[in-house]
């Protein structure tokens, strides 16, 4: 059975954000993974394992080993998502930097 986890929930937790800092930077073992952590490995596997099914870390691999990468389409999709929202949440904080700006003109007038 393959269970579709939501992007959103599994960035929500500070645990699995880092991880998928880590990743960013290179491609990464579980185990190298969870040496930055506190966490058991079973704990960062877990984390791993959601990051993997709402398909924000791919996987390759090497012999033996298993290596996790970012999955950029994706991380894509989430920004892409995300953008007409920090586009709105600018021009607000725009136009209340512009305001008191102005207050601050105003306030500035009525020393002199």
Not at 26 to 47: C, L, V, Y
Not at 60 to 67: M, N
Request: aromatic fraction near 8%.
């Amino acid at each position: 059975m393959n269970i579709r986890r939501d992007v959103f929930q599994a960035l929500a937790d500070p645990t699995r954000r880092v991880i998928v800092g880590l990743v960013a930077l290179q491609s990464m073992t579980p185990g190298e993974i969870a040496e930055k952590f506190d966490s058991t490995r079973q704990t960062i596997s877990k984390h791993i394992q959601i990051l993997t099914e709402c398909e924000l870390l791919g996987q390759t691999q090497s012999g033996r080993e298993i290596y996790y990468h970012l999955n950029l389409k994706k991380l894509k999709e989430v920004g892409d998502w995300l953008e007409p929202y920090r586009k709105m949440w600018e021009g607000r904080f725009d136009a209340i930097e512009d305001l008191l700006d102005e207050m601050q003109k105003k306030k500035t007038k009525r020393k002199k």
